[in-house]
């Protein structure tokens, strides 16, 4: 929507400049590119200018709708500027009402937008190390929309960031997504996880929606090549409370790390 409405300023502006100066016909797509790019600029200047202005010290405890309005209008830009296809599957079974947790696998940095795009109705709030919370722009935007930072070297910092999200289902801020294996796969492979995320479920009582994402790290790749890079996301199931009630968190995290091999085959299963 971004940039579809940029261009049509620039054609729209364009076109009343030609008209009026009668310039030669040649000079029309120069004024398009020209005033284009300065569109663009003005957009990452704003996009400057919101961030900018987060304190990231300051505690947040209400989602901004402003920022998450923003942020998905950005996304959506940033997707079609990468040449991103989106295919996904099974997406019309997300709950339509209440909160609930939603777990995926991680191969890439642009995981997190991917989700956010496909599940911009859903509110979702992201679990996420805190190192990214020093990253241009993102950091601002999830601190807005309530993500939340773990330390994933530091178990009680992290247990602290669990109750929190805990904290945001139970008052209904929030739906929360969590990447399980901790870190992005290096090789592609889905990695064990890590069963206390599976906490947030099992204290809020809420579904879990298990989800599967491939080929998000082929996007920069076939970027340099200008192709297109096809990314696929399914929702593969979603497990209600009374069918995970008297796991622990490990049969839990199981149970999810099967479903999610179901989806993706068992060539993305990891061995030692």
């Given amino acids: 929507m971004l940039l579809k409405t940029i261009a049509g300023v620039s054609a729209l502006v364009s076109c009343v400049v030609y008209a009026c100066m009668g310039w030669a016909l040649w000079t029309l797509p120069l004024l398009f590119v020209g005033i284009y790019g300065l569109l ?3 957009a990452v ?7 900018a202005v987060v304190d990231l010290d300051k505690p947040q405890e209400e989602d901004s709708p402003f920022y998450r309005r923003i942020m998905h209008l950005y996304i959506e830009a940033l997707i079609q ?3 991103v296809r989106l295919h996904t599957k099974g997406l019309e079974n997300t709950p339509k009402e209440g909160r609930f947790l939603l777990v995926c696998n991680h191969l890439f940095i642009a995981d997190p937008g991917i989700v956010l795009h496909c599940f911009r109705k859903s509110q979702l709030a992201f679990l996420t190390k805190k190192e990214n919370y020093d990253l241009p722009f993102i950091g601002a935007f999830m601190h807005r929309i309530l993500c939340q930072p ?7 910092q992290a247990l602290k960031s669990i109750i929190k999200c805990i904290q945001l289902i139970k008052e209904d801020k929030v739906s929360v997504c969590a990447f399980p294996e901790g870190y992005t796969s290096k090789d592609g492979k889905l990695h064990p996880f890590r069963p206390g995320v ?3 479920a099992q204290k809020t009582n809420v579904p879990i929606v298990v989800c599967t994402i491939q080929n998000t790290r082929q996007i920069f790749k076939n970027l340099k090549h200008l192709r297109h890079t096809d990314v696929e996301l399914h929702l593969v199931d979603i497990i209600p409370p009374e069918a995970y009630a008297g796991m622990n968190t490990v049969a839990l995290s199981d149970m999810v790390y099967e479903k999610m091999i179901a989806d993706l085959g068992e060539d993305f299963r990891y061995s030692q």
């Fill in 45 to 51: 200047a704003f996009l400057w200018a919101i961030c």
């Fill in 150 to 156: 773990i330390d994933r070297e530091n178990d009680r």
């Fill in 81 to 83: 500027l990468v040449r």
């Fill in 198 to 200: 599976f906490k947030i």
């Fill in 40 to 42: 663009f600029l003005l």
